[in-house]
Nanobody, 122 residues
Framework: QIEVWESGGTSVQAGQSLTLSCRTSRYTYSVGWFRQVSGKEREAVAVINGGRPNNTVYADSVRGRFTISRDDNKNTIYLQMNSLKVDDSAMYYC?????????????????WGQGTQVTVSS
């Protein structure tokens, strides 16, 4: 069993930056960030898989603006979000899994956090 905790969500203005953190109770090979707007399906934002170098993948909507990274000494995964848009507003969830995962593996991530809210205003 792995516990997952997200933090860092807040309200910002469009164009600003924000970093979310995801801490896991122990090392987790694959960690993904997902987001969901009320009434819509949860979508994958970015996934990072362990290894040297780390394998990272991004949704088209955030590629070039968001960066996922990890500090395995702290069991923490970060999502650096730059040039935020109003459309980035959502509840952001972190999920972990011991196996290699892709953006399309949303349903295969085993451990989920409770989410952290990001609101971007114009």
């Amino acid at each position: 069993q792995i516990e997952v905790w997200e933090s860092g969500g807040t309200s910002v203005q469009a164009g600003q930056s924000l970093t979310l953190s995801c801490r896991t109770s122990r090392y987790t090979y694959s960690v993904g960030w997902f987001r969901q707007v009320s009434g819509k399906e949860r979508e994958a934002v970015a996934v990072i898989n362990g290894g040297r170098p780390n394998n990272t993948v991004y949704a088209d909507s955030v590629r070039g603006r968001f960066t996922i990274s990890r500090d395995d000494n702290k069991n923490t995964i970060y999502l650096q979000m730059n040039s935020l848009k109003v459309d980035d507003s959502a509840m952001y969830y972190c999920a972990g899994d011991p196996a290699f995962r892709l953006l399309t593996d949303r349903g295969r991530f085993t451990y989920w956090g409770q989410g952290t809210q990001v609101t971007v205003s114009s």
